[in-house]
C-alpha cells in the first residue's frame, strides 16, 4: 500500500513560518530520496527541496537560507520548515520521492497542503 499525507499548510502573513509534514507509507519512504514539490495553478509542479537518504540536503534557490528540509527515518516523516514566507510562495505543496513514486503504471501524488502567504 501507498501512502502519501501531508498536512500544517494555511493562511500566513509575508515574513511568517510554517513547518509543513508528510508521513509516508514505509514502501514510499524507506531507504528513498524524499522531497517537497509545490504546484501553483496553471504551472507545473517542481521541486523545492530534497533530501536524500542519508541526510543530505538540497534546495531550489528561491528558497535557499528560508526553507530546511529534514527527516525522521523512525516515522517515514519528513518536514519542511518554512520561514521568511513571501507571497511567492503561495502553492499547493506535495512530498514524494524522487523520482515520484508510482502506483499502478501511474505517479502517485498525496493530496497536497495548501500554503497561502498575504497580508
Known amino acids: 500500500q501507498v501512502q502519501l499525507a501531508e498536512s500544517g499548510g494555511g493562511l500566513v502573513q509575508p515574513g511568517e513560518s510554517l513547518r509543513l509534514s508528510c508521513a509516508a507509507s514505509g514502501s514510499i519512504f524507506s531507504g528513498a530520496d524524499m522531497a517537497w514539490y509545490r504546484q501553483v495553478p496553471g504551472k507545473q509542479r517542481g521541486v523545492v527541496a530534497a533530501?536524500?537518504?542519508?541526510?543530505?540536503?538540497v534546495y531550489v534557490d528561491p528558497v535557499k537560507g528560508r526553507f530546511t528540509i529534514s527527516r525522521d527515518d523512525a516515522k517515514n516523516t519528513v518536514y519542511l520548515q518554512m520561514n521568511s514566507l513571501e507571497t511567492a510562495d503561495t502553492a499547493v505543496y506535495y512530498c514524494?520521492?524522487?523520482?515520484?513514486?508510482?502506483?499502478?503504471?501511474?505517479?502517485?501524488w498525496g493530496q497536497g497542503t495548501q500554503v497561502t502567504v498575504s497580508s
Open positions: 514524494n520521492r524522487v523520482p515520484p513514486a508510482k502506483w499502478g503504471g501511474r505517479e502517485y
Open positions: 533530501i536524500s537518504k542519508t541526510g543530505t540536503a
